[in-house]
């Protein structure tokens, strides 16, 4: 029988063809945890830790992921070499709260497993939607503040990714940079999907500074308060016509289930390292399916190996919004694994076994600043 033998953690660092700037914070490099699960049979499964260096986005962060994966959640699964992605995920369950390494190790075990079943993350993922599933994903970027903060270096960002094919623009806004930037660009271009990510900054008693985009014919406005405040966003949901999307604030099953009973959401962003893995993120994709709501494919700034898998997931029947799944190139010069490259607006999704996709060993040594074994 298969089983988990070792995990080994890489930490690499990656800059970024541009800094990437939100209501937040600017990041100019990602600072990024791979784990890999080799089997007993030396097969390698990969998952990525999105955490940032920092806790700006979510409480969890690289140096805390590190601790957490080591002192508590590897031990967890190497006490036995646990493969079964079930049994994996009820084992992580016992560990309160950290989703994003749980999902790193969960997604690196269930990608050794699936090898060694020569089967695919998406089929295993869409296995209750046979047919259903895409061979190519719609995507869309995600367009920072630029750090000029100048309308003509936005739009000439904007109109390059328009070039290149993306079939959405989400804008990052905040109080100061909104209602202008959001004009500019739909007046340049009049039929493009474009939707704004507030990322928490605005308050409750902003209702009438973002109604002043309803104008601008926008698909959604993404988390434009803080995370714990569903209620607010029910109330603004209410005072504003454009559709508000939760993403930071789904946390897990329940949360989407109560966040679309208060209707403070009408669209949700799914991340599954914000949610703990991709099998809690089919979960809530199967829940929004049933009752009509629509979801998509969020972005952490994945390598190849994060966006791999975040492919697979988003190829599902409910993704019917264009994802923040774009190519390699949209933050990378180099990727660790073969560039995913935008096709006529969309990404393939690996056809290989498992997430389909492996770091290349010379690429990742050069990027690797520290790495662990973790041993049974
Ligand atoms: C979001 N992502 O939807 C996030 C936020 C985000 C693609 O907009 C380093 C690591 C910088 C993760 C900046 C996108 C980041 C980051 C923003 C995530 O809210
Ligand atoms: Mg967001």
Known sequence: MTRIDRIRLHRIDMPLIRPFRTSFGTQDARDI???????????????ECVAMSWPGYSYEYV??????????????????????????????????GHPMAKTALETAILDAWLRTRSERLVDFLGAEYPGQVR??????????????????????EVSGYVDAGYRRIKLKIEPGWDAQPVRAVRETWPEILLQTDANQAYTRGDAALLAAMDRFDLLLVEQPLPEDDLLGHAALAREITTPVCLDESITSVAVA?????????????????????????????????????????????????????????????????????????????????????????RLAVPSAPGIGVEPIPEILAELTTWSALIER
């Open 257 to 345: 289930e109560t966040a679309l009973a208060v209707e403070a959401t009408s669209v949700i962003n799914i991340k599954p390292g914000r949610v703990g893995g991709y099998l809690t993120a089919v979960e809530i994709h199967d829940l929004c399916h049933q009752r009509g709501v629509v979801v998509w494919c969020g972005g952490m700034l994945e390598t190849g190996i994060g966006r791999a898998a975040n492919v697979a997931l988003a190829a599902l029947p409910g993704f019917t919004l264009p994802g923040d799944t774009s190519a390699s190139n949209r933050y990378y010069a180099v990727d660790v694994t073969p560039p995913f490259v935008l096709d006529e607006g």
């Open 135 to 156: 061979d190519e994903v719609d995507c869309g970027v995600s367009v920072g503040i630029p750090p000029s903060e100048s309308l003509s270096e936005l739009l000439d």
């Open 33 to 47: 945890l791979l784990v890999e699960a080799i089997t007993s049979d030396g097969v390698s499964g990969w998952g």
């Open 63 to 96: 140096d805390g992921c590190v601790d957490v994966l080591t002192e508590h959640l590897v031990p967890l699964v190497l006490r036995d070499g646990v493969v079964d992605p079930l049994e994996v995920h009820r084992r992580l369950a016992r560990v309160q």
